[in-house]
């Protein structure tokens, strides 16, 4: 008999990684590129333009690297939501290629070949009560297509340019997951990381860690990124004008070693809704609040909270 059979939910949360993976890679290289962008507005004779060009040259092997986790999210996915109608579908190979004695004593699923990549969508879409929309399995094609590409030459015109990574893994959390759900997605994922687990019994909040460490990345993503992909992706207008939302903000002052100075890498989050008059939303902890439209005398921002007549920023001094 086949054991230790893997779960539908073990490849998704395998696959929720991988992009979590991909996406920290992205960041860290959009955080250093600002750092020396910052060097070359401060120091012109130290960096010039030229070498700020070389910074994605050189990250190059990260943005590939990421681009093929990516990929791989993808791959576990789909193995995942076939897994969910039934896992044998996902063994390749005909039964006489199978583990020797599988007939005759207990053997781990992982033993087994599973089906190649290039097959998944072909499985997937035979078996899913949905199929992949044609846009997302031409992507995916693509995707696999590069990557194949880059793993397997040299070729130096292959690129990726981090705007593609940043698009590869929101179109792939979006189709897989759901549209718009990376940034609640990445909330519960960074709950499940180590670094969140070992705080929990610190002083800190680990929230605070949590909320932190979204509007950092949120805040690099958006100034790096096309308008309209931020539209796209995250339902947040690059040029309208937002609000610093108090809700999370709160949470992020609780960090014992919180400092100030933090804010000035975040980007307001809270955005005012079409839908209704003084309604707000924040983009991180999608909390909604309404505000009357005047500021308030003591801070002067837009944040007397419609329900109580009160300053969200003011009322506990
Ligand atoms: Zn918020
Ligand atoms: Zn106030």
Redesign the pocket.
Known sequence: MIIDIPSSSSFENVANNLLLSAWQNLVKLFKSYEKFEELKHYDPDLIDQEKLDMFWRFERPILDSSLSLVQQAVEFYLKGRIVGVSPFLIIGKEPRHWPNGCNKTDISFSEFRTIDAQDLIKVHDTVAENKLSPTFANFYSELRKKRNAIMHTVDSNLTVAPEELATSILTVHSEMIGERRWIKSLVSLLRSSTQYHILKDGVSDSDSYVYAECHEDFALVVNNLKPSLVKKFFNFDKKTTSLECHHCIGIIENCEFYDTKWLDDYIPTLQKLETEIGRYRCAICENEFYFDSTP?E??D?I?IASEDGK?V??KDS
């Open positions: 308030c003591d801070c921002r944040s300053c920023w003011c």
